[in-house]
C-alpha cells in the first residue's frame, strides 16, 4: 500500500493538473515550471503507480483506467487541502491578487465584462478574470471542483448544490439599422414576417429556444443567413437591411456604436431571467462572496 508520508505531494497536483488539461505546455505554463519539469514529475508518478497514467495522442495526453479512478480521489484530495491551508484567509480586494472564473455566454460577455472590468481597475487593481463559455463546460462539475468561481445567464435547469441571486429580466426585442425602411415605422407582425431576417443558431441555453418560437411564427423558413453567436450581429446588422431578434441588453449596448435601433417584438416571447449561481461549496469563501456581491450591486434592477 502506497503511504503518502513517503510521497512527494506535489506529483499529486502536476497530476491533477495534467488530468484536467491534457496538455504538457498548458501545465507547465498554469504551474510556472519548466515542460521538462512536468515531465519529470510525470516520469515520476508512473514508477509510484507502476502506471504510464497518461499516454500521448493527437487529442493529448489521454488518462489510462487507472488514471481516471485515480482522478476523483485525488481533486478531492487536493481541495480539501487548500481549504484548510486557508481557513484563516482574509479577502482584500484592493491588494489581492486572486484570478477568479467566470461562467457566461458570449452575449453575457458583452454585457457584463466591460462594466466589471471599470469596476475591478478601482476597486481590485490585481484581481484577475477571465472567462469561459458556458456550452463547452460540464458546469456542475466544473464550479463544483472550484475551476468556475460563478456563472452567469439565463438558465432554467440547475442543481440544488448551486445558489442563485436574480440579476434582472429583460425581453427579446428586434434590431435594425437607423436607415432601415421599418425603422420609422410601427413593426407590426405583418412587416416584421414580410422582412428578410439575420438568425442566431445558438447552442447556447436558453437562446437556442428563442429559435423554436420564430419557427412557429413562420420567420425562420425565409432565413438566409444565420450565424452561431451574438458576437457579430451588431456588425452585420449595421451593413445590412437584415432584423434581428435579440435580448434587449445586448440591443442597447450595440446601439449607439453601431448606429442601430431597436423596437418591442411583435411577438409574444418569453423574457429573460438573468441569475448568478454560485456552488454552494464556495457561499462562505471570501473571494467568492465579494465577486458576487459586486456584480450583484452593478447589475441587478
Known amino acids: 500500500m502506497l503511504d503518502p508520508r513517503t510521497m512527494d505531494l506535489n506529483l499529486l497536483v502536476?497530476?491533477?493538473?495534467?488530468?484536467?488539461?491534457?496538455?504538457?505546455?498548458?501545465?507547465?505554463?498554469?504551474?510556472?515550471?519548466?515542460?521538462?519539469?512536468?515531465?519529470?514529475?510525470?516520469?515520476?508518478?508512473?514508477?509510484?503507480?507502476?502506471?504510464?497514467?497518461?499516454?500521448?495522442?493527437?487529442?493529448?495526453?489521454?488518462?489510462?483506467?487507472?488514471a481516471e479512478r485515480l482522478a476523483e480521489p485525488i481533486r478531492l484530495a487536493l481541495n480539501g487541502l487548500t481549504e484548510a491551508m486557508n481557513v484563516q484567509e482574509k479577502f482584500d480586494p484592493a491588494i489581492s491578487k486572486r484570478k477568479f472564473t467566470i461562467a457566461l455566454t458570449d452575449v453575457a460577455e458583452l454585457h457584463f465584462m466591460p462594466r466589471l472590468i471599470q469596476h475591478c481597475a478601482a476597486l481590485a487593481p490585481q484581481v484577475r478574470i477571465s472567462t469561459e463559455r458556458t456550452a463547452r463546460l460540464d458546469l456542475m462539475s466544473e464550479m463544483g471542483s472550484g475551476r468556475?468561481?460563478?456563472?452567469?445567464?439565463?438558465?432554467?435547469?440547475?442543481?440544488?448544490?448551486?445558489?442563485?441571486?436574480?440579476?434582472?429580466?429583460?425581453?427579446?426585442?428586434?434590431?435594425?439599422?437607423?436607415?432601415?425602411?421599418?425603422?420609422?415605422?410601427?413593426?407590426?407582425?405583418?412587416?416584421?414576417?414580410?422582412?428578410q431576417h439575420l438568425m442566431v443558431n445558438s447552442s447556447e441555453s436558453p437562446y437556442d429556444r428563442i429559435n423554436q418560437d420564430l419557427e412557429k411564427a413562420g420567420v425562420i423558413q425565409q432565413v438566409k443567413f444565420s450565424v452561431p453567436h451574438f458576437t457579430s450581429v451588431p456588425y452585420i446588422i449595421a451593413n445590412s437591411d437584415l432584423l434581428v431578434t435579440i435580448p434587449q441588453k445586448l440591443a442597447e449596448s450595440a446601439a449607439q456604436p453601431f448606429k442601430l435601433v431597436y423596437r418591442p417584438a411583435p411577438l409574444r416571447l418569453p423574457e429573460l431571467q438573468t441569475n448568478i449561481f454560485w456552488h454552494r461549496r464556495y457561499n462562505q469563501d471570501q473571494g467568492n462572496q465579494w465577486l458576487r456581491n459586486l456584480i450583484g450591486n452593478i447589475f441587478a434592477e
Open 148 to 195: 468556475i468561481d460563478i456563472a452567469i445567464g439565463a438558465f432554467r435547469e440547475v442543481s440544488d448544490a448551486l445558489f442563485q441571486r436574480r440579476l434582472f429580466k429583460q425581453p427579446y426585442v428586434v434590431l435594425m439599422r437607423e436607415t432601415h425602411a421599418l425603422a420609422g415605422a410601427t413593426l407590426t407582425l405583418k412587416r416584421y414576417l414580410s422582412a
Open 14 to 66: 502536476v497530476f491533477n493538473e495534467v488530468f484536467q488539461e491534457q496538455q504538457i505546455s498548458s501545465v507547465a505554463k498554469r504551474l510556472n515550471l519548466s515542460q521538462p519539469a512536468v515531465s519529470n514529475a510525470l516520469a515520476r508518478l508512473r514508477r509510484t503507480f507502476d502506471d504510464p497514467l497518461f499516454v500521448r495522442t493527437k487529442d493529448g495526453m489521454q488518462p489510462t483506467p487507472l
